[in-house]
């Protein structure tokens, strides 16, 4: 094979990645370069340095050590039967990019994951050793994400902690039904056990022990998975109920959901469709219900399983929870507020604070911060007269999203 | 009616120890003219001994934090809006977070656009080396134009972050330069963009491969990356072509038969853990 340029292994190795949607940096240690020791900062909410026009933040350096894979996971552009170029970054190579990147202000880190070459092990290894040089030969601080291979024995992912400030393992698909149809190498069971062993070291790395001595630090921003929406037949309630026992069990910082997209050279096992971006919009919002407003999975996903694509999960659930409604703002409890088509955990805080000295009226919601077009049907309070009832048999209508609205290709 | 110029450098601080000498010589909002002008740095000088003696005012910290950040923004009201605040908060005739008061509402709003000025700011500015790479600190600079004189407000994060290199911000209002570990600001006096960098060719290439055509979604672009920071972000001259060929690219690839895998393939896969 020719020898590659870094810059053509850079376009191939990132065409690669781009189908993980995980790209957040938040979280973890705070740690600054003040001490003019080494390079980097983090802590806090991530930095987007850059959008692509997919409408996707470009926060880390998000790169495939290497496509080359020999497994055949019939989604994936690099699976083993596709017949992609390849290309394998070298150790140093992936080193001075997240170097150059990040001085440069491109970047707030490094995401690297990799296709399994030769063995699990081995590919976890150099993994690792990028990790590892980044922190002790650079002096590196900025944020490291990395993807373990599920199979990697645990001395290695003991070590991929110790130098990440994330370590994720995508379930990748909603049911093992799908799983054995179309990741015939991958064992569920298997990344529940990895996500299971991650967990607990994360809990141990956090106990002091006895003595009061600190356990070596491991992964202190968490750990995330990724769902392929839009591949297999499973419904929107299945996903949904899946990622919240994901975020139960695992303790979990975040599922993603990734639409189904066009890949180059597709497998005949998988016919490509438009991605199903609508549907994974839906599916962030409802998981951003069930994690900061208090939904159930099954309050979320109606009856058919299938979430609406036309009005957002919170509306639908309103519209379809008439008897809770009309909410008296001056009185109703905090669960009930935040249950409120336009009333945000925010602006719901800023009712809760001023109703402590006064009686709110219509007036003082413009100004905290809802989206009163929303909100209007579903409350009661001074200097405001309910205009359309919530017994308007087009109350649906008038939220519902024009169909061009996202819609793509 | 009294003239108050703030410095270029150091206006907030100034601000602060003002606002504190005026208080406790009960002179009302309406008797002062705030101004931020170049003559004032001697003027600062002046006002910190006589703010210094006087007590300070208690105000929550909460609010001390916000009005710091509203007065970072352009509108040049912003002075005697936050005194004003500042003398209802200490006399009871206003309490914090009550956006019902027009004053602090429009006060609590300008904070907001500041803190996402600077978010912004920590977000697209883009260094090009400046210095030799081998150099024992390495040296960068980059030339940034943010709608806010957000500049003393929204470097110290560069020098937390980049603390083992040179660099130099330049924006149309001020310069920080940071310099073996020292953080300082200067007046900017011409506009200076440093000459291109040979790492903004592999950027480039990052940007366009890391993008999925079939996932198009320019509006959810330019919300957060609005058009007026294009012109200093390296990245931003691939965007249109990028749209432009996106269709026509999703397309052939959901035209394109599905192909066969090489025979090899059954040999390289492994079989299915337990
Ligand atoms: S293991 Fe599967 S998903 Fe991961 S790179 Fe290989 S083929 Fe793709």
């Known amino acids: 094979m020719v020898k590659r340029t870094l810059t053509e292994k850079l376009a191939i190795l990132a065409d690669a990645a781009k189908y993980d949607a995980s790209c957040a940096s938040s979280g973890g240690e705070r740690r600054d370069s003040r001490d003019g020791k080494g390079l980097g900062s983090s802590g806090g909410s991530g930095i987007c340095h850059a959008y692509a026009p997919d409408g996707r933040c470009i926060s880390l350096l998000k790169i495939l050590m290497t496509n080359f894979c020999i497994y055949d996971c019939a989604y994936c552009v690099n699976r083993v039967s596709s017949h992609v170029e390849r290309a394998r970054f070298s150790v140093e190579e992936v080193v001075r990019l997240t170097v150059e990147f990040y001085r440069r202000n491109y970047i707030e880190g490094l995401f690297l994951s990799s296709g399994i070459i030769r063995s699990p092990d081995e590919t976890m290894a150099d993994m690792t050793r990028i990790a590892r040089t980044l922190r002790q030969q650079e002096g590196f601080r900025g944020y490291i994400h990395l993807k373990t291979i599920p199979d990697a024995a645990p001395e290695l992912i003991e070590e991929a902690g110790r130098w990440a400030d994330r370590l994720s393992i995508n379930v990748e698909l909603p049911t093992e039904q799908a799983m054995q149809a179309l990741a015939p190498e991958k064992s569920p069971r298997t990344i529940r056990r990895a996500m299971a062993d991650v967990r607990a070291r994360r809990e141990a790395a956090q106990d002091k022990s006895h003595a009061g001595k600190r356990p070596a630090r491991f992964a202190p921003a968490g750990q995330s998975t990724q769902m392929i929406v839009g591949a297999d037949a499973a419904t929107d309630g299945q996903i949904l109920s899946n990622a919240a026992q994901l975020y139960g069990s695992y303790k979990l910082g975040r599922v993603y959901y990734s639409a189904f997209s066009p890949i180059p050279d597709a497998s005949q096992l998988l016919p490509l469709i438009r991605p199903p971006l609508l549907r994974e919009h839906r599916l962030y919002q409802a998981d951003w219900l069930m994690r900061f407003y208090e939904f159930s999975p099954g309050e979320i996903a109606p009856q058919g399983g299938m979430l609406d694509l036309e009005v957002d999960p919170k509306m639908a659930w309103a519209l379809a929870h008439r008897e809770h409604f009309p909410v008296d703002v001056n009185r109703a409890p905090r669960e009930m507020l935040l249950r409120v088509p336009g009333f945000g955990t925010k602006s719901v805080a800023r009712m809760l604070e001023a109703r402590r000295h006064r009686t709110l009226r219509y007036e003082d919601l413009l100004r905290m911060g809802c989206v009163l077009r929303h909100a209007q049907p579903f409350i009661t309070l001074p200097g405001w007269s309910r205009a359309p009832g919530l017994d308007d048999a087009h109350l649906r209508a008038r939220f519902a999203a024009k169909p061009e609205q996202l819609s793509l290709f | ?274």
């Open chain 2, 1 to 274: 009616m009294q003239v108050i110029t703030l410095p270029l450098i150091g206006t907030v601080a100034a601000w602060r120890a003002e606002a504190r000498r005026l208080a406790q010589q009960g002179v009302r909002p309406e008797e002062v003219l705030w101004q931020r002008g170049e003559r004032a740095a001697d003027l600062f000088a002046q006002a910190t001994p006589q703010g210094a003696t006087a007590p300070p005012l208690t105000l929550p910290r909460e609010a001390v934090a916000a009005m710091e950040g509203a007065l970072c923004h352009s509108d040049p009201q912003r002075f005697a809006r936050a005194y004003d605040i500042v003398l209802r908060l200490a006399q009871g005739r206003l309490r914090w977070g009550d956006r019902s008061d027009p004053a602090l509402h429009k006060l609590l709003m300008q904070e907001k656009a500041v803190r996402r000025d600077i978010h912004k700011m920590h977000a697209f500015v883009r260094f090009r080396e400046v210095g030799a790479p081998d150099a024992p600190r390495r040296a960068f600079a980059a030339w940034f134009e943010p709608d806010h004189p957000i500049t003393e407000a929204a470097t110290p994060f560069f020098a937390n972050r980049f603390g083992d290199m040179d660099w130099i911000i330049a924006t149309p209002d001020l310069t920080a330069r940071f310099e073996c570990g020292a953080l300082r600001f200067e007046e900017t006096r011409t506009e200076f963009r440093p000459p291109p960098d040979a790492t903004e060719d592999l950027w480039r290439t990052y940007f366009a491969h890391i993008f999925n055509p079939a996932r198009l979604m320019v509006s959810a672009m330019t919300s957060e990356m609005p058009r007026k920071y294009w012109k200093n972000l390296p990245e931003a001259e691939l965007i249109p072509d990028l749209i432009r060929t996106a269709p026509a690219r999703a397309r052939a690839m959901q035209e394109a038969a599905p192909t066969l895998p090489h025979a090899h393939v059954a040999k390289l896969r492994p079989k299915r853990p337990e």
